[in-house]
């Protein structure tokens, strides 16, 4: 979105310049055109430019968080170990007497 921000920027600005010169041209459609009308739709045009710009900018550094925290490796999960139950007392040998 950072480069379509630019774009508009680009052509935001080539609106106001030539605009100012010769308002007739890029407003064509009208009969009699303005500068200060203009400057008002530059004006709106810089905004939306300048919030895209944001955005994208705020877009691209939160994937690239999301994308180090992938990346990192993870602390193990201390996993409790189960005892080993306890063996009966060996059997008493069988004494028989002779």
Request: aromatic residues 8%; proline residues 13%; glycine residues 4%.
């Amino acid at each position: 979105m950072v480069a379509q921000a630019l774009n508009l920027g680009i052509l935001t600005a080539m609106f106001f310049i030539i605009g100012m010169i010769k308002p007739k041209w890029p407003l064509f459609f009208m009969e009699k055109p303005n500068r200060f009308l203009i400057l008002v739709i530059s004006t709106i045009l810089f905004m939306i430019s300048a919030t895209m710009y944001g955005e994208g900018h705020r877009q691209e550094k939160k994937e690239k968080a999301t994308k180090e925290a992938l990346t990192q490796p993870q602390a193990p999960v201390p996993v409790p170990v189960p005892k080993a139950p306890e063996a009966a007392p060996p059997a008493a040998p069988n004494k028989t007497a002779p």
